[in-house]
Nanobody, 128 residues
Framework: QVQLVESGGGLVQAGDSLRLSCAAS????????MGWFRQAPGQVREFVAA????????YYADSVKGRFTISRDNAKNTVYLQMNSLKREDTAVYYC?????????????????????WGKGTLVTVSS
């Protein structure tokens, strides 16, 4: 069982930066590849970024590539999402998620249906 708690959301202006954090419970965090997803009002939940269990591999949605960076600190059981050059269209609830089993490939965790564990989300609002 993995429990996830996101934090760091807020109201910012276009062009600003935010760093989201996701604290995970459990001694096996270091064996789970992790992902960030987001859901804007009236939209389906979409993939944002993923990181391998070791931290050696990352993958991004085209819409955030070059602006967002996913990272993790396995000693702290935490995964981060650094968001720079924020745009109005980045406004959404951001969710941290983990698959049901450890050591999943990044390519296998880039859809919401591939994830088993979810946090409650943190709201990011970008104003122009």
């Amino acid at each position: 069982q993995v429990q996830l708690v996101e934090s760091g959301g807020g109201l910012v202006q276009a062009g600003d930066s935010l760093r989201l954090s996701c604290a995970a419970s459990g001694r096996t965090f270091a064996t789970y590849s992790m992902g960030w997803f987001r859901q804007a009002p009236g939209q389906v939940r979409e993939f944002v970024a993923a990181i391998s269990w070791s931290g050696g591999g990352t993958y991004y949605a085209d819409s955030v590539k070059g602006r967002f960076t996913i990272s993790r600190d396995n000693a702290k059981n935490t995964v981060y999402l650094q968001m720079n050059s924020l745009k109005r269209e980045d406004t959404a609830v951001y969710y941290c998620a983990a698959p049901s089993v450890p050591f999943r490939r990044i390519a296998d965790i880039i859809t919401p249906g591939a994830m088993e564990y979810w946090g409650k989300g943190t709201l990011v609002t970008v104003s122009s």
